[in-house]
């Protein structure tokens, strides 16, 4: 880019934030005048917050989330809590649906914020995901995610008494865990505390609502990311390696939706837990929430497969699949 301030320094690379991907523009490649305009405006104003957000929805419109989000954590440095633009940085990535750069952003809210509830329940979200992709593998990597999302929540709670998501987040993280620790006893231990935890949400039933308003524009990410994935019962193991994922016998397809002229078709990942008899009995939508609907997730349901093995004998297995809708 043009200017030679500091602020031009910082934007004149893709970011290496969250992705760790290089610039894909080459350098020969001439600037836009939009662009142009914009990052000098930033160099004359470099304290200017409106001149970052203007500049970050730039590349938010060109469908450079990665870039704008580069833009947006650079306008920390003016308001290292700021809160309009941790929305912001949000915001990027919810359309389409994107749960690994949602958590960083919330870690890094958390650094400086470490009470509010929003980074609180995203950052939760994300480990409940990064477990449920380890669910199963042979190792204790779902166990930590889920011991660290605890440990989030439960240092938010003292200064949140009354906030019901975060009791009823603990709720889903714990039984999430249960699922994933072999001691039996400890395992009944933790179904409990997910059942008194439920419990305190229960008797603050009016407040879930009234908090999910109170979340303002971070309200869609909160509840995209409390779809908590699909865990199954203790012992399900995740298909690859050696165990080999199950023959669809029955496929029941969604009703197709009706596209808007120019719209395709969606492809939605989702996440089954496979039964020992091959009946589908959990179903959760994985990068995408756009398109997971009751119709989507009704119909899957009603899959059929042969009887997943492990070891040769008939097991409950997780396994991704695609569905376009």
């Known amino acids: 880019m043009t200017g030679s301030g500091p602020v031009s320094a910082v934007l004149a690379a893709v970011a290496v934030l969250l992705t760790g991907a290089p610039a894909q523009r080459g350098p020969a490649a001439p600037v836009p005048d939009e662009e142009r305009r914009l990052v000098a405006a930033l160099d004359a104003a470099p304290a200017s917050l409106e001149r970052y957000e203007a500049l970050a929805d730039y590349y938010r419109r060109q469908g450079e989330a990665f870039r704008a989000d580069d833009v947006l954590r650079s306008a920390l440095s003016l308001d290292p809590a700021s809160r309009r633009i941790f929305e912001q940085r949000i915001a990027l990535f919810m359309e389409p649906f994107r749960w690994r750069p949602l958590g960083a952003v919330a870690d890094e809210w958390l650094t400086v914020d470490g009470n509010n509830v929003v980074p609180v329940l995203i950052a939760a979200g994300a480990r409940l995901r990064r477990a449920s992709s380890s669910r199963g593998d042979g190792t204790d990597a779902a166990a930590r995610e889920l011991d660290a999302a605890l440990t989030i929540i439960d240092a938010a709670r003292p200064a949140?008494?009354?906030?019901?998501?975060?009791?009823?987040?603990?709720s889903s993280v714990l039984l999430a865990r249960a699922t994933v620790e072999p001691d039996a006893e400890?395992?009944?231990?933790?179904a409990d505390q997910a059942q008194r935890s439920w419990r305190d949400?229960?008797?603050l039933a009016?407040?879930?609502d009234r908090e999910m308003t109170e979340l303002g524009a971070s309200s869609a990410?909160?509840?995209?990311?409390?779809?908590?994935?699909?865990?199954g019962p203790p012992g399900a193991r995740r298909v690859g390696g050696g165990i080999a994922e199950p023959r669809l016998i029955t496929q029941v397809l969604p009703r197709q939706r009706r596209l808007s002229p120019g719209e395709r078709r969606t492809p939605v990942r989702l996440e089954l837990v496979v039964d020992p008899g091959g009946r589908v009995i959990q179903v959760?939508?994985?990068?995408?929430?756009?398109?997971?609907?009751?119709?989507?997730?009704?119909?899957v349901a009603r899959w059929q497969y042969e009887p997943p093995l492990v070891d040769g004998r008939p097991a409950t297995v997780i396994l991704d699949v695609i569905v376009s809708r």
């Open 186 to 190: 400890r395992r009944e231990t933790l």
């Open 201 to 203: 949400a229960d008797d």
């Open 221 to 231: 990410a909160v509840a995209a990311m409390g779809q908590v994935p699909p865990f």
């Open 206 to 208: 009016a407040l879930p």
């Open 284 to 299: 959760h939508a994985v990068d995408s929430v756009d398109h997971f609907d009751t119709v989507l997730a009704e119909s």
């Open 160 to 170: 949140n008494p009354d906030a019901a998501l975060l009791l009823m987040a603990r």
